[in-house]
Nanobody
Framework: AVQLVESGGGSVQAGGSLRLSCAASEYTVSRYCMGWYRQVPGKEREGVASIDGYGSTSYADSVKGRFTISEDTAKNTLYLEMNTLKPEDTAMYYC????????????????????RGQGTQVTVSS
């Protein structure tokens, strides 16, 4: 069965950086669309970033210019590099992967991907 395991979350001060990792098993990173979304209790989930099967990326306006999504095919791992973090970035971050979509996977569509991990908490203090 497909497994996505996130790591790299933690607590940082505003302006700091974190890199989230999503190790995939029984799933080939870079073959289909993958991405990250985040959720704060009591608020709607937000698609943060996505990367399609051709390497094209998409970001939510709220993180554009600060976050970078990437893949390492040798490690079969998806990453989210987060810089200049703000308190409003505080959330549980989830990795998600599509089992069929290879293109046109904007960040907003990450919420519809069929596979997802257990999440990793990011807390940014002011």
């Amino acid at each position: 069965a497909v497994q996505l395991v996130e790591s790299g979350g933690g607590s940082v001060q505003a302006g700091g950086s974190l890199r989230l990792s999503c190790a995939a098993s029984e799933y080939t990173v870079s073959r289909y669309c993958m991405g990250w979304y985040r959720q704060v209790p009591g608020k709607e989930r937000e698609g943060v970033a996505s990367i399609d099967g051709y390497g094209s990326t998409s970001y939510a306006d709220s993180v554009k210019g600060r976050f970078t999504i990437s893949e390492d095919t040798a490690k079969n791992t998806l990453y989210l590099e987060m810089n200049t973090l703000k308190p409003e970035d505080t959330a549980m971050y989830y990795c998600a992967a599509s089992g069929a979509m290879r293109s046109a996977c904007q960040a907003t569509r990450v919420l519809a991907f069929g596979y997802r991990g257990q999440g990793t908490q990011v807390t940014v203090s002011s």
